[in-house]
C-alpha cells in the first residue's frame, strides 16, 4: 500500500513536470524543439529502481522522465529545459541534451542511434577495465531503423559487451500492446525483439505501462549484466500520448486530471481513448483503487501535494540566473 | 505578379518539376521542416502522393539509395530534412555521389539530389544547428545550391532536377515565410550565376541564405544613419561559383564583408575571402571581413546563443570596420 501511493506519486510528479514543460514552452521560457514523457512514466521508474547509480545510463532526446527516475534534481532539469545557468549542463543543452554527468549520465546525444555507439563504447571501458559497471541505453523504436543500431549489435554481442538496450516502443496501439503484437509502418520485421536474436542477443518484450513487469524484468537482466552476461534487448512497449502525436507537443485535452481514473468518459475525446487504455497513471491507480490501496481522497490528496511540489521546482527554475554571455567559449576544449 | 512566400514559390516549382519529369521521386518529403510554413507544401503532397517514398530513419542507406537510384535512372531526391541529419549519410553524399562521375572518367551520372535545410535555429543547440556548406565545398564532384529568395527557390529548384551531376540544395526554415512577387511561371536559374539583391557603391557584401535578408536589413539601415551604399551580392549557388560577379563587384567598392552561417575556420565565408583576395588585390582598400558563426559549438541558453547568433547587427559593424580601416 505504501509502495503503490509513493509510486503513484512520482508517476503524477513526472506528468505535472511535464505539463508544466509545455506550458512554459508555450509562454515562450524556452525556444527550440523538445519532447515529453508522459504516458512512458512507468518504464523510467520501473527500470531505474532497478539499476544501480554506479552504473551507466545514456537517454535521448526523450530524456526527461529518464533523468527524473534515475534521480537528478528537477529544479536542475527544469533549468536545464529553460537553459539557465544551474542547470544539470549549465544552459548548454536544453531539453535536447540535458545529461547528469555526476549521476553517471555522461551525456545526451539527441540524434537518432547516435548514443547507441557510445553505450557500447563506455560498456567495452567498464568491460576492459574490470570496474564491474553495466551501461543502460535507452532509444525509441526509431532508432532501430538506423544502421548505427545494426552495427553496435553485432559488436556487442561479439565482444559481449555489459550492455542493456533498452527500446521504448511507444508506437504500439493498446490492443496490440495486449497481445504482445504489432504492426510497423517503418520496420520491415514483425517485432523489434525479433531484430536481435540473429546476433545471438537474448530479447525480451515488456508492457511498459506496467511497473512491476518493467522493474522484475530489468532487475533480472541487471543481476545477470553483473554476473558477466549479457548484452541484452528489451523492448518496452506504449502507446503514444495523443500530445505528442504532432512535430509539437501539445496539452492536448488539457492537463490530466484525476477524475479520469474514475470516470474515463468524463475525459475530453482527444485523449479519451488513450486515457481509458494507456495511461499509465490511470491503469495503476484503478488496479490500486481495486484492491483498496487507495481511495479518491487519498489519490486526490497525492495529486495536489505533487502539483505543489512541482510548482515549486518551476518556481526555482525560472529565478535561477541565465549563463554569462562571457561564458560562450568556455568548454570548447580542456 | 502574385506575392508568394518562399515555402509557396517552392511548392509550385516541386508540383512543375513533377509535371515536367516523371522520374522525380522524393525519398521521403518534409519540406518546410518544424515551420509553420510547411503546411504550404499541402498542394504538392496532395497532388504527387505517389512520387513520395515514406522512408525510416536511415540516413546512411538513404543517401546511398539516391546515389543507385540516380544511376538506375530515376531523378531521385533524398530529403533528409535537417542538414544536421547530413553527417549521417555524408560517406554516401561526398565519397561516394561527388566521386562517380569523376571515377567512371565521365561514363556513370548520377543526378541525385539531397534536400535538407540548414540554418541556426532558436534553441536547436548543438546538435541541430549544423552548417555543412564548408563539408559540402571541400568535395569536389557536388553542386550547391543555397535559395535565399522565393523565386530563386522556385528557379533554382529547377535546374537542380535538369541538372545531370549530384546536388545538394539547402532552403532554411527561417526563409519560408520570406515574401515576394513570383510569377506563376518560374523560369529555370542557372547555376552559378550570382544575383545582385541589392546595389551600392561603397561596400560589397557577399552573403548567403539566411545572411541574405540580414544584410540587406543591415544595407538598409547603414543608408539610413551612415549614409553608406552597400551593394548586396547572393552568389546562390557555391557550386559552381560566381567568382566574376563578386570580383567586379568587389572591384567598384573596393571593400568587402562576407557574411555566411558556416563556422569561421575553413568556412564558406573563409573561401569566399581568400578568392575576392587573390583577385582584387591592388584594389582593395582594406582586408576583407567575415561574419560567421564563432568556433563554438551552439550553445542552448539564449544569452550564449545571442553571442554566437549571426545578426543584421554584426553585419553593419562589420562593413562600419572596414569603411573605417586605413
Ligand atoms: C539522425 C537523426 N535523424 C532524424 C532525427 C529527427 N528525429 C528526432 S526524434 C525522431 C523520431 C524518433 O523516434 P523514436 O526513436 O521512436 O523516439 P520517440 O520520439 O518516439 O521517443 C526523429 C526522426 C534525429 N534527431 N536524428
Ligand atoms: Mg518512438
Given at each position: 500500500?505504501?509502495?503503490?501511493?509513493?509510486?503513484?506519486?512520482?508517476?503524477?510528479?513526472?506528468?505535472?513536470?511535464?505539463?508544466?514543460?509545455?506550458?512554459?514552452?508555450?509562454q515562450e521560457q524556452f525556444e527550440g524543439h523538445y519532447h515529453v514523457y508522459n504516458g512512458q512514466e512507468a518504464t523510467a521508474l520501473g527500470a531505474m529502481d532497478a539499476v544501480p547509480r554506479d552504473d551507466y545510463m545514456y537517454t535521448t532526446h526523450r530524456n526527461h522522465g529518464h533523468l527524473l527516475a534515475r534521480g537528478a534534481d528537477p529544479v536542475a532539469l527544469m533549468a536545464e529545459i529553460l537553459g539557465k545557468a544551474n542547470g544539470l549542463v549549465g544552459g548548454r543543452g536544453g531539453s535536447y541534451h540535458a545529461a547528469w554527468p555526476e549521476g553517471n549520465v555522461p551525456v545526451t546525444s539527441a540524434l537518432v542511434a547516435g548514443n547507441i555507439p557510445q553505450a557500447a563504447g563506455t560498456a567495452l571501458a567498464a568491460k576492459r577495465r574490470g570496474t564491474g559497471q553495466v551501461v543502460v541505453c535507452w532509444f525509441g523504436d526509431g532508432a532501430v531503423e538506423e544502421g548505427a543500431f545494426y552495427e553496435t549489435m553485432n559488436l556487442s554481442a561479439l565482444w559481449k559487451l555489459p550492455v542493456l538496450y533498452l527500446c521504448e516502443n511507444n508506437s504500439v496501439p493498446a490492443r496490440y500492446r495486449a497481445m504482445g503484437q504489432y504492426p510497423s509502418s517503418t520496420h520491415a520485421a514483425p517485432a523489434l525483439t525479433e531484430v536481435v536474436r540473429p546476433f545471438g542477443i537474448e530479447s525480451h518484450a515488456v508492457d511498459g505501462t506496467d511497473y512491476d513487469a518493467v522493474h522484475d524484468l530489468v532487475r533480472q537482466l541487471m543481476e545477470r549484466l553483473h554476473r558477466g552476461e549479457g548484452p541484452f534487448f528489451i523492448e518496452a512497449r506504449t502507446s503514444r500520448w495523443p500530445g505528442s502525436y504532432g512535430v509539437w507537443p501539445q496539452l492536448t485535452g488539457g492537463r490530466f486530471q484525476i477524475g479520469w481514473v474514475f470516470d474515463p468518459a468524463s475525459a475530453p475525446e482527444v485523449v479519451r481513448e488513450w486515457t481509458t487504455e494507456s495511461d499509465p497513471i490511470v491503469l495503476l491507480a484503478r488496479r490500486a483503487l481495486e484492491r483498496g490501496a487507495i481511495d479518491r481522497q487519498g489519490l486526490e490528496a497525492l495529486d495536489r501535494e505533487q502539483s505543489t511540489a512541482v510548482d515549486r521546482v518551476v518556481e526555482a527554475a525560472l529565478a535561477a540566473p541565465d549563463p554569462r554571455p562571457e561564458d560562450t567559449f568556455r568548454h570548447v576544449l580542456r | 505578379m502574385p506575392v508568394k512566400t518562399y515555402a509557396e514559390a517552392l511548392c509550385q516549382s516541386l508540383i512543375d518539376t513533377c509535371e515536367a519529369e516523371p522520374n522525380l521521386i522524393f525519398i521521403p518529403a518534409a519540406f518546410g521542416g518544424l515551420s509553420p510554413h510547411a503546411a504550404s507544401f499541402r498542394p504538392f503532397y496532395a497532388r504527387y502522393?505517389?512520387?513520395?517514398?515514406?522512408?525510416?530513419?536511415?540516413?546512411?542507406?538513404?543517401?546511398?539509395?539516391?546515389?543507385?537510384?540516380?544511376?538506375?535512372?530515376?531523378?531521385?531526391?533524398?530529403?533528409?530534412?535537417?542538414?544536421?541529419?547530413?553527417?549521417?549519410?555524408?560517406?554516401?553524399?561526398?565519397?561516394?555521389?561527388?566521386?562517380?562521375?569523376?571515377?567512371?572518367?565521365?561514363?556513370?551520372?548520377?543526378?541525385?539530389?539531397?534536400?535538407?535545410?540548414?540554418?541556426?535555429?532558436?534553441g536547436e543547440a548543438a546538435q541541430h544547428n549544423r552548417c555543412l556548406s564548408a563539408e559540402l565545398w571541400n568535395s569536389p564532384g557536388l553542386e550547391i545550391v543555397l535559395p535565399a529568395s522565393p523565386e530563386d527557390a522556385a528557379g533554382l529548384w529547377k535546374t537542380a532536377v535538369a541538372s545531370p551531376n549530384p546536388t545538394v540544395f539547402m532552403d532554411h526554415q527561417l526563409l519560408m515565410g520570406l515574401t515576394q512577387d513570383v510569377p506563376d511561371h518560374v523560369d529555370p536559374i542557372p547555376f552559378g550565376q550570382a544575383r545582385i539583391c541589392r546595389e551600392g557603391k561603397d561596400v560589397t557584401v557577399v552573403a548567403t541564405l539566411a545572411a541574405?535578408?540580414?544584410?540587406?536589413?543591415?544595407?538598409?539601415?547603414?543608408?539610413?544613419?551612415?549614409?553608406?551604399?552597400?551593394?548586396?551580392?547572393?552568389?546562390?549557388?557555391?557550386?559552381?561559383?560566381?567568382?566574376?560577379?563578386?570580383?567586379?563587384?568587389?572591384?567598384?567598392?573596393?571593400?568587402?564583408?562576407?557574411?555566411?552561417?558556416?563556422?569561421?575556420?575553413?568556412?564558406?565565408?573563409?573561401?569566399?575571402?581568400?578568392?575576392?583576395?587573390?583577385?582584387?588585390w591592388g584594389v582593395l582598400k582594406a582586408p576583407v571581413k567575415r561574419v560567421t558563426l564563432p568556433d563554438v559549438p551552439i550553445p542552448f541558453s539564449r544569452p550564449q546563443e545571442a553571442v554566437v547568433w549571426l545578426t543584421p547587427e554584426k553585419i553593419a559593424q562589420a562593413v562600419r570596420e572596414v569603411l573605417a580601416w586605413r
Open positions: 500500500m505504501e509502495r503503490v501511493h509513493e509510486l503513484l506519486g512520482r508517476m503524477l510528479f513526472m506528468r505535472r513536470f511535464e505539463e508544466r514543460v509545455i506550458e512554459l514552452f508555450e | 502522393a505517389d512520387r513520395i517514398l515514406g522512408a525510416p530513419i536511415a540516413e546512411i542507406a538513404l543517401c546511398g539509395i539516391g546515389v543507385g537510384a540516380a544511376i538506375g535512372g530515376l531523378r531521385p531526391v533524398i530529403d533528409v530534412l535537417s542538414a544536421s541529419f547530413l553527417y549521417q549519410g555524408i560517406a554516401q553524399v561526398v565519397n561516394e555521389a561527388a566521386n562517380v562521375l569523376y571515377m567512371t572518367d565521365g561514363k556513370t551520372a548520377c543526378p541525385v539530389i539531397f534536400h535538407a535545410m540548414q540554418g541556426v535555429l532558436p541574405v535578408p540580414r544584410a540587406l536589413e543591415a544595407a538598409e539601415r547603414l543608408a539610413r544613419e551612415d549614409g553608406v551604399a552597400v551593394e548586396v551580392v547572393d552568389p546562390r549557388t557555391l557550386v559552381p561559383f560566381d567568382e566574376e560577379t563578386v570580383v567586379q563587384s568587389v572591384r567598384k567598392t573596393g571593400r568587402a564583408v562576407v557574411a555566411d552561417e558556416t563556422i569561421r575556420s575553413c568556412g564558406v565565408a573563409a573561401e569566399i575571402a581568400a578568392r575576392i583576395q587573390e583577385r582584387c
